[in-house]
């Protein structure tokens, strides 16, 4: 077999930082486990329009199609506010997401037990916690037409943006998510607003389908989206897999990550269709972003990305093993206390750094040969 691709597009902000850490990792597999991987470097989001005046060039657009799978750091930043919306850092991000058709989002939220403590719930809510959040990613609201703003009749401006679903769409990403429900918890619960919104009554509907035609034997309820937001704060134990839409699973997202302890610690994959060699067409990301507010300080917890790799090892290059071995070591280097400042409670403590944190789960990697 050839050795795999992958594009790395660190970005913003910290995106960069992070992305260094996870340089880290590939280079051990490629050193230790005989893992090698083609990788290549480019631009995206604010560090692409510095230099192409787009946040995404077509270059770049080409080779993320091209490549076995894209790892993303972060895009955006107080810099590039005032730009226009049709080159701002996010779009680049979009971009890719849609024309790679990356429809299905994973965001897994584990508790790691060393963090049961540090959330901001209840050990006994989030001790042990392992859910995954499949978010569509490539329709909703963040896609439809109409969008934009103009200037109504009553020469007012208006800003308008469209929720819009296709019965294909959600199809999709239902049988996305039963598939790794059978493989987790057997249970799906699916989250919409069907009691105002047609686009929730029809996401009710096909995802009812989908279940009762292909996938009987998968637990499967419903819950309005707010409610679910309310749930996953109650008990966050009660779900196994989520399935919702794109503005949803942004907003539910966020907030499991919370359940884990910080924003620095969920990664995500977002899959398309399987390649001609088989792979899905995959990017690799942190949830989070560029977090300007401490960029360029090495206090970014690059545990998120370097999680996103793990996944990129299961979800792509078929190393479930050696993503096991990773997210172990991940674990070691919390349950033997080391924290970034994102990980210390109000009472302090002293945190390590970005590059210490990185360096520690190599270390890790090593003692578990
Ligand atoms: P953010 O995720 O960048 O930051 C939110 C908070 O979490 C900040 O206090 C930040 O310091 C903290 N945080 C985030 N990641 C962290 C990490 N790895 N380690 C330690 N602390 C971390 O969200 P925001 O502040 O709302 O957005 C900032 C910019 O990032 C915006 O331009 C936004 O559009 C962009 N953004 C990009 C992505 C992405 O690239 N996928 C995701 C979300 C936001
Ligand atoms: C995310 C981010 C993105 C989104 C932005 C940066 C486009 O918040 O990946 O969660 O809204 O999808
Ligand atoms: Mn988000």
Redesign the pocket.
């Known amino acids: 077999m050839s050795t795999p691709s992958l594009l790395i597009l660190a970005?913003d902000?910290?995106?960069p930082e992070?992305m260094t850490e996870v340089r880290k990792i590939i280079d051990w597999f490629g050193a230790k486990r005989d893992l090698a991987f083609d990788v290549s470097e480019d631009l995206v989001?604010g560090a692409a329009y510095d230099v192409h005046g787009v946040p995404l060039a077509d270059e770049t657009m080409a080779k993320a199609q091209e490549v076995d799978a894209v790892l993303?750091g972060?895009?955006?930043?107080p810099k590039?506010d005032d730009l226009d919306f049709s080159v701002k850092?996010?779009r680049g991000?979009l971009r890719l997401r849609k024309e790679m058709d990356l429809y299905s989002n994973l965001r897994p939220a584990q508790c790691f037990d060393a963090l049961a403590d540090f959330s901001s719930l209840k050990k006994d809510v989030v001790a042990g916690l392992d859910i995954m959040i499949v978010r569509e990613l490539t329709s909703g609201i963040y896609f439809g037409e109409p969008r934009g703003i103009s200037v109504n009749a009553s020469g007012e401006r208006e800003g308008v943006n469209t929720q819009r679903y296709t019965e294909s769409e959600i199809a999709r990403v239902a049988r996305s998510a039963f598939e790794l429900a059978k493989r987790r918890g057997n249970k799906v619960c699916s989250m919409e607003k069907a009691n105002v919104m047609e686009s929730g009554i029809l996401w009710r509907e096909i995802v009812q389908k989908v279940h009762d035609e292909e996938y009987p034997d998968v637990e499967l309820s419903h819950m309005y989206a707010d409610a679910g937001g309310m749930q996953l704060c109650r008990w966050p134990k009660q779900f196994d897999v989520i399935v919702t839409d794109n503005l949803f699973g942004d907003l539910l997202s966020d907030v499991a990550a919370m359940l884990t302890g910080?924003?620095?610690m969920l990664p995500s994959a977002s899959l398309g269709a399987p390649m001609e060699n088989g792979r899905p067409k995959a990017l690799y990301?942190?949830?989070?972003?560029?977090?300007?507010?401490?960029a360029g300080q090495g206090?970014?917890?690059?545990i998120?990305c370097i999680l996103s790799f793990a996944m990129a090892l299961r979800y792509s290059f078929d190393q479930g093993a050696e993503a096991d071995r990773l997210e172990k070591a991940v674990e070691k280097v919390l349950a033997d206390g080391l924290r970034?400042?994102?990980l210390m409670g109000p009472e302090g403590g002293s945190p390590v750094s970005t590059s210490a944190m990185g360096d520690a789960i190599v270390a890790a990697l090593d003692a578990s040969l």
């Open positions: 970005g902000g910290i995106g992070v989001g993303l972060a895009v955006g930043g590039y850092p996010e991000l910080s924003l620095g990301e942190p949830v989070h972003g560029s977090a300007p507010d401490i206090k970014a917890n690059p998120a970034t400042a994102d």
